[in-house]
């Protein structure tokens, strides 16, 4: 595991998202009431970015087709979207948000 800070905690506002391109893929990193995740970043129905999404009850809304994803673990709540995004492993170290680039998984 190679954890690595992708953003402070400060440049994701509560229950909001941000897209990172740090790694082999975007990922978008969640503030959920102060704690932070991040899955990926690309909504597996049309290849549409998930991180400006509307966020409720743990999940995120794509804004293209509204089907929602699991902002903990990736997987698919609301169809057209039917196959998971990877969730990623999160650390916060103080105000800094790190992420396991490499680690992605699908749950
Ligand atoms: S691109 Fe996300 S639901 Fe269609």
Same mark, same amino acid.
């Given at each position: 595991m190679a954890f690595v800070r992708v953003c402070a905690a400060g440049d994701v506002p509560l229950d909001m998202g941000l897209r990172i391109d740090m790694g082999p893929e975007p990922i978008a990193v969640f503030n959920l009431d102060g704690e932070f995740f991040a899955i990926g970043d690309t909504c597996t129905h049309s290849?549409?970015?998930?991180?400006?999404?509307?966020?409720?009850?743990?999940?995120?809304?794509?804004?293209?087709?509204?089907?929602?994803?699991?902002?903990? +673990?990736?997987? @698919? =709540?609301?169809? !057209?979207? +039917?196959?998971? @995004? =990877?969730?990623? !492993?999160v650390r916060r170290e103080g105000?800094?948000?790190?992420?396991?680039?490499d680690g992605g998984a699908y749950a």
């Open positions: 290849d549409w970015s998930l991180s400006e999404g509307y966020i409720e009850d743990g999940t995120v809304e794509c804004t293209l087709h509204m089907a929602r994803f699991c902002i903990r +673990t990736g997987k @698919v =709540k609301m169809s !057209p979207a +039917t196959e998971a @995004v =990877k969730y990623y !492993p105000d800094d948000v790190l992420v396991d680039l």
